[in-house]
């Protein structure tokens, strides 16, 4: 069982919690991800490491209540404990292994996108204490759903906080922000790192390919079961399948095909459909790993 020593409500329908989990809060590097499950017989949930605390041996989580597993967990307090807390998995971040020199040379703009700004910070805080610049542009529909501003702006370089409805920061999404920043302000950038609901990477993607600028994005929002078992995260990157929970979830944003993995998301919605893209698919509908396990 796993403690939940903090909870934190960042706006009306996403939740941080800290959860007590000392070998993963000691392994878990940035861009990687844990599955957690409320009981013994709950659902598997894959969330984002958001940030840890090695001394304190605790694993910070971000999530939105948007199913009955999510709704429950939110109804968990201080104390309670969830029965599982499996970590760390997934691909680190290929900045956290990059070469020094190589980072160097690196000029990285973040891009988070509602509740992808939770995945983005430890990413930005990692450059921070390794001593690399980075800029963060972060994005909400409205002020009110913006999430971690002062977390990020701790961290980051220079922060840009735009709003779709102009209430905060700049008047746009955070394509038109990274667009006014390249071509009105003569900002320079050479690698991007694009998190958040899957239309923002996409058309981030569009705008950064435009730009000449590489980009990674995490496809972490259509992971399920976090194994690759369900298929549920089954995408083509280039003339590959992958799967996100399994091969990512941090991919080349060039090469990801956006939208077969939106139609994929509505049809896995129902049980007819998730039988028809197994039927379709046939052996590589899914692509289990079978390393799996859970550490305290």
Same mark, same amino acid.
């Given at each position: 069982?796993?403690?939940?020593?903090?909870?934190?409500?960042? $706006?009306?329908? &996403?939740?941080?919690?800290?959860?007590?989990?000392?070998?993963?809060?000691?392994?878990?590097?940035?861009?990687?991800?844990?599955?957690?499950?409320?009981?013994?017989?709950?659902?598997?949930?894959?969330?984002?490491?958001?940030?840890?605390?090695?001394?304190?041996?605790?694993?910070?989580?971000?999530?939105?209540?948007?199913?009955?597993?999510?709704?429950?967990?939110?109804?968990?307090?201080?104390?309670?404990?969830?029965?599982?807390?499996? /970590? !760390?998995? /997934?691909? !680190?971040?290929?900045? =956290?292994?990059?070469?020094?020199?190589?980072?160097?040379?690196?000029?990285?703009?973040?891009?988070?996108?509602?509740?992808? $700004?939770?995945?983005?910070?430890?990413?930005?805080?990692?450059?921070?204490?390794?001593?690399?610049?980075?800029?963060? &542009?972060? #994005?909400?529909?409205?002020?009110?759903?913006? &999430?971690?501003?002062?977390?990020? *702006?701790?961290?980051?370089?220079?922060?840009?906080?735009? $709003?779709?409805? #102009?209430?905060?920061?700049?008047?746009?999404?955070?394509? %038109?922000?990274?667009?006014?920043?390249? %071509?009105?302000? +003569? %900002?320079?950038?050479?690698?991007?790192?694009? &998190? +958040?609901?899957?239309?923002?990477?996409?058309?981030? @993607?569009?705008?950064?390919?435009?730009?000449?600028?590489?980009?990674?994005?995490?496809?972490? !929002?259509?992971?399920?079961?976090? $194994?690759?078992? @369900? /298929?549920? @995260?089954?995408?083509? =990157? #280039?003339?590959?399948?992958?799967?996100?929970?399994?091969?990512?979830?941090?991919?080349?944003?060039?090469?990801?095909?956006?939208?077969?993995?939106? *139609?994929?998301?509505?049809?896995?919605?129902?049980?007819?459909?998730?039988?028809?893209?197994?039927?379709?698919?046939?052996?590589?509908?899914?692509? +289990?790993?079978?390393? @799996? +396990?859970? #550490?305290?």
């Amino acid at each position: 069982m796993y403690k939940i020593v903090k909870k934190e409500l960042l $706006t009306n329908n &996403i939740y941080l919690m800290d959860i007590l989990a000392p070998r993963v809060a000691k392994s878990a590097l940035p861009g990687q991800f844990i599955i957690i499950r409320n009981t013994e017989k709950g659902e598997r949930i894959p969330l984002t490491v958001a940030d840890t605390n090695k001394e304190n041996g605790t694993v910070t989580i971000v999530f939105q209540t948007v199913g009955k597993s999510t709704l429950e967990l939110a109804t968990f307090s201080v104390g309670d404990e969830v029965a599982s807390f499996v /970590g !760390p998995l /997934g691909r !680190p971040s290929d900045l =956290v292994l990059e070469d020094e020199e190589v980072l160097k040379n690196k000029k990285v703009v973040f891009i988070a996108g509602g509740v992808g $700004t939770a995945p983005v910070y430890p990413q930005v805080k990692w450059m921070r204490e390794h001593g690399y610049d980075c800029d963060v &542009i972060m #994005g909400a529909r409205n002020k009110d759903l913006l &999430i971690m501003e002062d977390l990020m *702006r701790d961290v980051a370089t220079n922060l840009y906080v735009c $709003t779709d409805d #102009g209430s905060y920061g700049f008047n746009g999404n955070v394509t %038109k922000c990274l667009l006014d920043l390249v %071509k009105n302000q +003569g %900002k320079e950038y050479n690698h991007a790192v694009a &998190i +958040g609901p899957m239309i923002m990477m996409k058309f981030a @993607c569009l705008t950064t390919k435009e730009l000449g600028i590489p980009t990674i994005v995490s496809l972490n !929002p259509i992971m399920v079961d976090g $194994t690759g078992m @369900c /298929g549920a @995260c089954r995408v083509q =990157v #280039g003339d590959q399948v992958k799967f996100a929970c399994v091969d990512g979830p941090e991919f080349d944003g060039f090469l990801v095909d956006f939208d077969q993995a939106m *139609r994929r998301q509505r049809i896995y919605a129902t049980e007819e459909g998730r039988a028809k893209l197994a039927y379709l698919e046939g052996k590589t509908h899914h692509g +289990g790993c079978g390393n @799996c +396990g859970e #550490g305290k």
